[in-house]
């Protein structure tokens, strides 16, 4: 890529040199010529000046003294020299001077000016300058030379920023090249910086976003693993031993109950199913709303029993209907996470209770507690079913832009779910 950039802008600066240098070159060339001519066409005025009227009765003409090299000779208007150096007949590309017209002369070896001397309207003399190509050419080749330095000035700087704005690019390039090779063995965690490289830029910001949804992907897939693992075990416990109970006891009335209880468990079953793989599609954000007391009457359901074969009482209280602004999926099961805690962990009464606080809707879980028996750990991260859930549903009341607190209570462990209520529900202490 660097390579490439650089032979872009080599091909571009010598395109340039060559487009803007060659008609400069030829400029400079005609320029040089014609500065030699009228230097010659001044010398010849001069040598005009001391040619008189008497020239053609044959007076001689004092000439003034010429540079070496310089050739200045007075011509007859019949072209033959008559004083000074210069060839014996004067050129026909001069002759025109013969006629009262300056004239010029530039060929291989000379640079020749020849300038018309009169009197009384009438061509009495002609006035030759001749000097070598030399000076000329010198002038001309260091004029040239000083133009190429120019160039190779002008070529230097182009190739010194295009090295420059080549590694500007190609580090960007790199680094994307580095991260989309991370992304394909499996590191999702890496992310690239902006690099003021409008284009590149969005490009990173493509890959850091799939990357972003690679990760909350796996990450969602091993939340359901957890979730799956911890969520479905309890219903499928209690199940089970609904049904061996009624097996064992032999009683066709209590076989039916057992079958009745069992359809219902299932019921709830599918509903947590359905519930943990919304969860685990990402679909667990803060969603139109519910009724509180619905979700609650769920939960009285599904564990009022349970509880009551283990002689805990289940109690319910709503202060008022409410309403919350918050997935009804992942309400009910940060509420099945916290009452299975309860259920585990805690003894004597469990009480659910629902009230209004400060703009948000409640829900207390409180039970009884165990002597000496710490509180919940909600930071908890380790994978022992006894620590799982908490976390989980902490992390789930975040998602849905509550909080999940546990504080001491009168009655033994409480722990309270904070969910913002819906707007039309007025705020409460």
Do not use: K
Not at 223 to 246: D, I, K, M, V, Y
Not at 369 to 382: I, M, S, Y
Not at 409 to 414: A, F, K, Q
């Amino acid at each position: 890529m660097r390579r490439r950039i650089l032979a872009v802008a080599g091909s571009a600066v010598l395109l340039a040199v060559l487009v803007l240098g060659l008609p400069l070159g030829f400029a400079i060339r005609q320029n040089v010529v014609a500065d030699e001519h009228a230097e010659l066409e001044h010398l010849a005025l001069r040598a005009g000046l001391a040619v008189s009227p008497s020239f053609v009765s044959g007076d001689p003409a004092e000439l003034p003294a010429s540079e070496p090299g310089v050739a200045l000779g007075v011509y007859q208007p019949s072209g033959h020299r008559a004083a000074g150096t210069g060839p014996e007949v004067l050129e026909a590309s001069l002759q025109g001077a013969a006629r009262g017209r300056a004239s010029t002369s530039t060929t291989g070896s000379l640079l020749a000016d020849a300038v018309p001397v009169t009197y009384g309207e009438r061509v009495i003399a002609v006035v030759r300058v001749s000097t070598p190509w030399t000076s000329a050419r010198q002038r001309i080749w260091l004029s040239w030379a000083g133009l190429a330095g120019l160039g190779l000035l002008a070529a230097g700087c182009a190739l010194a920023l295009a090295a420059w704005q080549s590694r500007r690019l190609t580090r960007p390039l790199t680094e994307l090249e580095t991260a989309a090779r991370r992304l394909g063995d499996g590191d999702f965690s890496h992310r690239l910086e902006p690099s003021s490289v409008p284009e590149i830029d969005v490009a990173g910001a493509a890959l850091n976003r799939t990357a972003r949804r690679l990760e909350d992907t796996i990450e969602r897939e091993r939340t359901f693993n957890a979730r799956a693992s911890h969520q479905l075990r309890t219903p499928l416990t209690q199940l089970r031993l609904e049904l061996e109970t009624a097996l064992a006891s032999a009683d066709p009335a209590r076989l039916r109950t057992a079958a009745e209880s069992s359809i219902a468990a299932a019921d709830r079953l599918e509903q947590t199913i359905d519930d943990v793989l919304a969860l685990a599609r990402g679909s667990d954000g803060p969603g139109t709303g519910f009724e509180v007391e619905a979700v609650l009457e769920e939960c009285r359901a599904q564990w009022a029993g349970p509880l009551a074969a283990e002689d805990r009482p289940f109690q319910l209280v709503l202060e008022e209907p409410l309403r919350a602004a918050a997935s009804l999926t992942a309400t009910r099961q940060i509420l099945h996470v916290l009452l299975d805690n309860a259920y585990r962990h805690g003894t004597g009464r469990v009480t659910v209770r629902a009230r209004p606080s400060s703009g948000a809707v409640a829900i207390d879980v409180i039970d009884q507690g165990r002597p000496g028996h710490p509180g919940p750990d909600l930071d908890a991260t380790d994978d022992s079913p006894a620590h799982l859930g908490l976390p989980m549903a902490r992390s789930l009341a975040v998602g849905q832009g509550g909080r999940l607190l546990h504080a001491d209570d009168p009655l033994g462990t409480r722990l309270t779910l904070l969910l913002p209520a819906s707007p039309g529900d007025p705020p409460r202490e």
